[in-house]
């Protein structure tokens, strides 16, 4: 049997030709079959002349739902004659599922759906509220523990966090210049 794999196709019919000259028969073939077997199961394929000269066509349907992916198989070819038994040919092979690359569109998130997600500020520090995927526009909100409604309510993102970092900075700095 040669080491060399024949990938066959799962998912649609597969065509095998071989030359096969038969001497001395005093008759043509009973049968010629494509043998395909692993462990316990044997798969059979008919073989017909295609009216070139000892050119034999087996066409392997698509055996997507009978076959596993990656399976390998001992194939033959099987000539019946005269009562008599012949395997002209061995070879190995495996059945295989084509490679599939799926895309699907999706909505990109703009610059102006990132400013729109949902913040918590407490005090000096933002934290992003989670709601919603990126394919979603999610609305602004921020939320305050204090009861006095802060002056970066209805700023954009980017502005808000300025507005608390330049806070912050200029509560940092006088208490650093007491401790001196």
């Known amino acids: 049997m040669s080491d060399d794999i024949t990938e066959l196709r799962l998912d649609e019919a597969n065509e095998l030709y071989f030359k096969i000259s038969i001497h001395g ?6 049968a010629i079959r494509l043998v395909c077997e692993n462990g316990d199961v044997s798969y059979s394929f008919k073989g017909k002349f295609t009216g070139e000269q000892d050119v034999v066509r ?34 190995n092979a495996e059945f295989v599922e084509p490679m599939n690359v799926v895309a699907e569109a999706v909505n990109p998130q703009t610059r102006k759906s990132i400013e729109q997600q949902q913040f918590v500020v407490e005090g000096t520090r933002v934290m992003p509220i989670k709601t919603g995927s990126a394919s979603n526009t999610l609305k602004t909100k921020y939320v305050q523990k204090s009861e006095a409604p802060h002056e970066t309510n209805n700023l954009p993102l980017g502005d808000a966090l300025r507005k608390i970092v330049q806070e912050v900075v200029t509560e940092v700095r006088p208490s650093q210049q007491r401790s001196k």
């Open 25 to 30: 028969a005093e008759k043509s073939p009973d």
């Open 58 to 91: 087996f066409v392997v349907p698509a055996l997507k739902k009978v076959i596993k992916s990656g399976q390998l198989c001992e194939a033959r070819v099987e000539v019946i004659v005269d009562n008599h038994y012949f395997v002209p040919v061995k070879f």
